[in-house]
Each structure stands twice: as structure tokens, then as C-alpha cells.
């Protein structure tokens, strides 16, 4: 059974940066996709990127492009959202997903297990 657990939420400034990480366990994750999503008060949630496990492939939602970099370490089972240049929109609850998929998905549907999510407020 896959589980996911996100850590490293918390509060940043305006500009600041934040690491958020998602330790993976349950089987080999050669064949999946792993997402992170986000859902912010009153809005739906929505993809912030996604990455192939096996080839490295990712994709990048536009409001992220440029700012936001996703990662895994396989030998770690572990995958990374690294984000830069917070602003105070980017404040929302962020998942990371995993999809059973060997092609990028942006489609919340496709991904079966999810984590508990963790807090990023960006506020001055």
C-alpha cells in the first residue's frame, strides 16, 4: 500500500523560499507519477507540477513556471518541491499524489493516494 508524507510547510515572507518534501513508501514507484497539488481557502484544488518517476519528465503549471522546481530521489524515495520567490497567492495547503501512470497527468482523478497535506502561508 503506497503512503505518502509531506513535511516542511510553515510561514514565509513575501519572496522567501521553502523546501517541501514528500517521503514515499509502499512498493517500487518506477511505473508512477508523482504530483503535487495545492488547494488554497474557497478555491479547487490544482496541479503545481508533476514528475515522471522513471525518466525524470516534468511538468510545470504556468503560475509555478520559473519559480517552482520538483525533484525525486529514487534512492530515497523521496520527492522535493522546491520553491522560490513565494507570493502571498502561492499561500494554500499542498499535496503531494501519486498516479500509477507512465505518462505525466495533470488530472487530480488519476492520482489514487494522496498525503495529509501541509500548510504554506506566505505573508509579511
Known amino acids: 500500500q503506497v503512503q505518502l508524507v509531506e513535511s516542511g510547510g510553515g510561514l514565509v515572507l513575501p519572496g522567501g523560499s521553502l523546501r517541501l518534501s514528500c517521503a514515499a513508501s509502499?512498493?517500487?514507484?518506477?511505473?508512477?507519477?508523482m504530483g503535487w497539488f495545492r488547494q488554497a481557502p474557497g478555491k479547487e484544488r490544482e496541479i503545481v507540477g508533476c514528475?515522471?518517476?522513471?525518466?525524470?519528465?516534468?511538468y510545470y503549471a504556468d503560475s509555478v513556471k520559473g519559480r517552482f522546481t520538483i525533484s525525486r530521489d529514487a534512492a530515497k524515495n523521496m520527492v522535493y518541491l522546491q520553491m522560490n520567490s513565494l507570493a502571498p497567492e502561492d499561500t494554500a495547503v499542498y499535496y503531494c499524489a501519486a498516479a500509477e501512470s507512465m505518462v505525466l497527468t495533470t488530472i487530480a482523478s488519476r492520482y489514487k493516494t494522496w498525503g495529509q497535506g501541509t500548510q504554506v502561508t506566505v505573508s509579511s
Open positions: 509502499g512498493r517500487t514507484f518506477v511505473s508512477f507519477v
Open positions: 514528475i515522471r518517476w522513471s525518466t525524470g519528465s516534468i
